[in-house]
């Protein structure tokens, strides 16, 4: 199988990056994804039976995709062919499969891994399914979005997805272990500068061992301290694509962390959407939501904190309009809750859609005109302010619907004298024979 240094057409004296230099030569060698790669690994059992299902590779850049897909046809005895969905289109598809009917014929087998696979449309897409059902080819596809939005179902139903993990701080430390012995010698790091770099890498290996050509190039005679780090290294921006499940992601973990009355998580959720560059309008739209959906008549404030931070933000702009969105988010994550409201709105539009068109009773219907008079609008009406109690107890359902009970405070916050409030009505209802 041609190595992919020289299917570049570039010579093995030709200098190479330390992260190609250090790629792993086994499936043993591959860090962070035990999970599928260890002896009990779905995808180990696959490259040691030389037996393989086409697949989804998912997970973020640097976490080996196509280390692995390469690795699985050597293991297991596949011919390994390459393609990227952003550099090839139909003819480079039909070429591929053309070539893969060919070795079949000679008795190979075929692994055709495609790169950013959810970059080809849905024709294209289907274009796969003739050659993998036949077994001209065992697709291997990489991609770093979610298979399920981004994938036709007919191509997902013929492929098991398999979901790669972010790297983790052990596995990133056993990459630079491996640098520092191919190199033979010690990134010049103190260990707290070490660490920085670490978490500067966001789980991706190959820009971690990137930083890590980066110091060794500079070869500095000591030590660098984290500030140091930081003149000589540039921090990337963390991954977000804000038309894309990490987008939704992100303002789930946000929405539930304020619902769950934890403001230090709902603080950091907001602060990765908006270094991640969300638009603050659109979290401040979120924000108003929760406090009607989440915290209702618990509190309130929550409602006016959230439309006074918006229109704070349209004053301020970046970067001091987002405090005010932190601190409409802080007041909602420590504010009683209450989703009472919401409930409530649900079943009086159930009730509304079951019911269709009935009329308001007619003590309760205008009465502009005498002939509306003479034909009983208005006739019975009690004005509340004026009884005894401050409370008529009438009926205000139409005719011949009984009573339903949609809001029911759950007793937290300024809920509680609601609820009280709303006992003693109903208790003065049933004395005045209301239903």
């Given amino acids: 199988m041609t190595d992919l240094f020289q299917a570049a057409g570039l010579t093995p004296e030709a200098p190479r990056p330390l992260a190609d230099r250090l790629r792993p030569q086994s499936l043993d060698e591959v860090v962070g994804q035990e999970h599928l790669l260890g002896p009990e690994g779905p995808i180990r059992r696959m490259a040691k039976a030389r037996r393989l299902s086409s697949m989804i590779l998912w997970g973020p850049p640097g976490t080996g995709k196509t280390t692995i897909a390469r690795l699985l046809a050597k293991e297991a005895g596949y011919e390994f062919q390459q393609l990227s969905a952003v550099f090839s289109g139909v003819a480079d598809l039909k070429k591929a499969f053309e070539t893969a009917r060919g070795r079949r014929l000679a008795g190979q087998t075929t692994l055709l891994f495609v790169d950013e696979i959810h970059r080809f449309n849905r024709a294209q897409q289907d274009g796969f399914l003739p050659f993998v059902e036949e077994g001209t080819v065992t697709l291997v596809g990489a991609t770093t979005e979610n298979p399920s939005f981004e994938l036709n179902g007919a191509l997902l139903s013929r492929c098991q997805v398999f979901v790669l993990r972010r790297l983790d701080e052990e596995a990133l430390e056993r990459l630079l272990a491996k640098a520092e012995a191919h190199e033979k010698r010690a990134l010049p790091l103190t260990p707290e500068a070490r660490g920085a770099m ?116 349209d004053f301020l702009g970046s970067p001091e309009g987002e405090l005010a969105l932190a601190q409409a988010c802080v007041h909602m994550a420590c504010a009683p809750k209450s989703n009472a409201v919401y409930v409530a709105y649900g079943g009086a539009a159930r009730m509304a859609r079951e019911t269709g068109s009935l009329i308001p009773p007619a003590h309760i219907r205008n009465a502009p005109t005498r002939l509306m008079k003479t034909l009983g609008y208005g006739k019975g009406y009690q004005y509340d302010p004026e009884t005894a109690e401050g409370f008529s107890g009438q009926n205000y359902f139409p005719d011949g619907v009984g009573r339903r009970v949609f809001y029911a405070p759950k007793g937290e916050g300024a809920e509680a004298r609601i609820k009280e409030r709303l006992e003693r009505w109903a208790a003065l209802r049933e004395g005045k024979g209301g239903s």
């Fill in 198 to 313: 670490i978490a500067m890498a966001d789980g991706d290996g190959r820009y971690a061992l990137t930083l890590a050509e980066t110091l060794f190039n500079i070869a500095s005679p000591r030590p660098l301290s984290t500030a140091e780090l930081a003149q000589v290294l540039q921090r990337r921006s963390p991954a977000y694509d804000k038309d894309r499940e990490e987008h939704y992601n992100l303002i789930s973990a946000l929405h539930k962390s304020v619902r769950g009355s934890d403001p230090d998580a709902a603080l950091y959720w907001l602060a990765r959407m908006l270094e991640g560059g969300e638009d603050p309008l659109y979290i401040a739209r979120r924000l108003t939501r929760m406090a009607s959906e989440d915290i209702g008549e618990a509190d309130p404030m929550s409602l006016m904190l959230c439309i006074a931070a918006k229109d704070a933000y």
